[in-house]
């Protein structure tokens, strides 16, 4: 099964990793999510969004969370991806791990449970890219805050 993984090594604990996950004004601050409904628990949901007009959400990532540790991972199921100009994307599965390393921490994400299809293999190829960058955009943004 096709997955995209990504890991950075960032100067900041990992508590402070997986808070930028589920804090609303941290991932304004790193990912440009305009707007969260995130419910910091097992079994609570985890909703961003972007590109908010008043015709509506451009891009909504969602899902429900299946591990939430503060201080080490998030993960989240029935990752979905919508977007008004393609097929509704799901069943994926993200995970977020933050380990301490040489005074820091270690980063390693993996978004999993691609399937098959045009508009799969468009979002695979976008997300392949995105995500690289993506943690790029977080380490300075914590490192910032340090």
């Not at 960032?10 to 930028?20: C, F, G, L, V």
């Not at 961003?48 to 989240?76: C, H, Q």
Request: negative net charge; hydrophobic residues 35%.
């Amino acid at each position: 099964m096709k997955k995209v993984e990504a890991s950075i090594d960032i100067n900041t604990s990992p508590e402070k990793i997986i808070q930028a996950f589920t804090d609303s004004d941290m991932l304004r601050g790193w990912w440009s999510v305009e707007r969260t409904l995130i419910e910091k628990r097992t079994g609570g949901l985890y909703v961003l969004a972007w590109n908010i007009t008043d015709k509506g959400f451009g891009y909504v990532s969602s899902g429900v969370i299946s591990r939430y540790e503060p201080g080490s991972m998030l993960e989240i199921d029935h990752f979905v991806y919508l977007n008004p100009e393609r097929s509704m994307l799901g069943g994926m599965k993200l995970t977020v791990t933050a380990t301490e390393k040489d005074g820091g921490s270690a980063l390693y994400l993996c978004q999993s449970g691609y399937q098959n299809g045009t508009d799969w293999d468009w979002y695979y190829e976008a997300v392949k890219q995105a995500w690289p960058a993506v943690v790029k955009n977080l380490k300075e943004y914590l490192e910032r805050q340090h």
